[in-house]
């Protein structure tokens, strides 16, 4: 075959695998801690990243191996990193590039843990995060100084499916000599949005969301686009002497794959938040079919939020594929299909009806997760936001009877049933 690029489709099925000794077409899983090594020159070797090869399953393993390179494949970049959850995935990633003192600039749309990590955690440790007045490339540059590092944002928000202008951002990132990281869950592996195709140089995603697709287990991935240059002058932990590793200079020794292997040997090292190898093969599997149900996912949601458009007891559908979306514009350039698999919608009547409705719901799981082979419905007001006060609730768009869905892989038209009934009793 030649080197013409290969389908997603066909990458999902065949990116990282590779013919092993026993010839097996599966993916072997390796539960291993640590593995031999043959002689102690070797080690040696790989201890001070001189040579390739397997110490320890913090750090790497046969099974995670083949997932990152999969993964990487399929975003078109230069490396991956498995991690634990999305939450690691975008811990490692800051702090593989801000030190205490530093910055990064975030868009405020942001996924409810990751704007606990940014505006608390993170900065208990020193490492602040400026969370723009909007997601504009106006209001994000205005909050970069000379100790910002990143600019962050989720290239459609969770939940309000707000879009980010990724070509504009990346504009904005590379004129201050930062790199652009996108935590891409909704674009599903890479599926339905590349941002690398726009010129973000880092992606992170839940992998427990549409990578994994049945809701089996939970898993985050950083993959390295492979374009930033770490030469800038900003990041001497990259290209500079490495405390860690006896003043290697890991731009010059790993080139344009320095930030991956950075985040490897340093954050997944310090932190340990890797991933078991029993679930890196069940990300693995998930991936084989992710264009399929992706694609099932987004057409099931255009005919639900149609279908609840037009109902009587629904005050208001917000869904990215509709014109009247403050993104819709943007999801038809960044987003195939111009939609998420995700869209929200808010009842007419109270919270105790919502909270009724929801729980005559036959074929939809109550819960908080999206990109499920199960259609799911949340209710922010007495779940995920019951903590807030009225009034911060309403800041962040929480009214009672406000519902995000995200459609599984279900016959639609049982699901539009299963809402009629629901709609029907209240
Ligand atoms: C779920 C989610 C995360 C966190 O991922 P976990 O795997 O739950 O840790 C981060 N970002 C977005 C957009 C998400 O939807």
Redesign the pocket.
């Known amino acids: 075959m030649s080197d013409r690029k290969l389908h997603f489709e066909t990458l999902q099925i065949h990116g990282g695998y590779h013919v092993d000794a026993s010839q097996a077409r599966g993916i072997a899983i390796h539960p291993t801690a640590a593995y031999h090594f043959p002689t102690c020159d070797y080690a040696a070797n790989l201890f001070t990243l001189s040579e390739a090869g397997y110490i320890y399953t913090r750090l790497h393993n046969p099974t995670t191996a083949a997932y990152e390179e999969r993964v990487a494949a399929l975003y078109g970049g230069v490396g991956a990193l498995a991690t634990s959850?999305?939450?690691s995935a975008?811990l490692l990633t800051i702090t593989a590039l801000a030190n205490a003192g530093q910055n990064i600039v975030a868009s405020p749309y942001l996924?409810g843990?990751?704007h606990n990590q940014f505006v608390i955690s993170l900065r208990n440790v020193g490492i602040e995060c400026r969370l723009a007045k909007s997601d504009s490339p106006e209001d994000m540059a205005a909050l970069i100084d000379e100790n910002t590092r990143a600019l962050f944002v989720?290239s459609m928000g969770?939940p309000t499916c707000r879009v980010a202008d990724i070509e504009a951002l990346a504009k904005v990132a590379h004129s201050n000599n930062i790199p652009l990281i996108v935590?891409n869950?909704?674009g599903a592996g890479g599926y339905l949005c590349n941002p690398f195709e726009w010129g973000a140089d880092i992606i992170t995603d839940?992998a427990?969301?549409w990578i994994n697709g049945h809701g089996t287990a939970?898993?985050?991935i950083i993959v390295d686009g492979g374009t930033f240059d770490w030469g800038c002058g900003k990041f001497p932990a990259i290209d500079g002497p490495s405390e860690g590793y006896h003043g290697l200079n890991l731009y010059e020794a790993f080139g344009s794959q320095a930030f991956i292997v950075k985040c490897r040997v340093d954050g997944m090292r310090d932190f340990g938040c890797c991933p078991s190898p029993f679930d890196a093969y069940l990300m693995m599997l998930g991936l084989e079919t992710l264009s399929l149900r992706v694609k099932h996912e987004v057409e099931s949601a255009y005919k639900l939020a149609e279908f609840c458009r037009n109902h009587p007891k629904v005050e208001r559908v917000s869904f990215v594929g509709f014109e009247d979306h403050p993104s819709h514009e943007l999801a038809k350039k960044y987003y195939k299909f111009g939609a998420s698999a995700v869209l929200t919608i808010e009842l007419k009547g109270t919270l105790e009806s919502t909270v009724k409705f929801v729980e005559s719901l036959k074929l939809s799981g109550n819960m908080t997760m999206?990109g499920d082979s199960i259609s799911v419905v949340t209710h922010p007001a007495s779940t995920t936001h019951k903590q807030l006060s009225d009034e911060a609730k309403r800041a962040a768009g929480i009214t009672p009877t406000l519902l995000r869905i995200s459609l599984g892989l279900e016959n639609v038209e049982d699901i539009i049933a299963d809402y009629e009934q629901a709609l029907a009793n209240l």
């Open positions: 959850a999305g939450m975008i996924y843990g990751t989720e969770n935590d869950t909704f839940s427990t969301k939970m898993g985050g999206i």
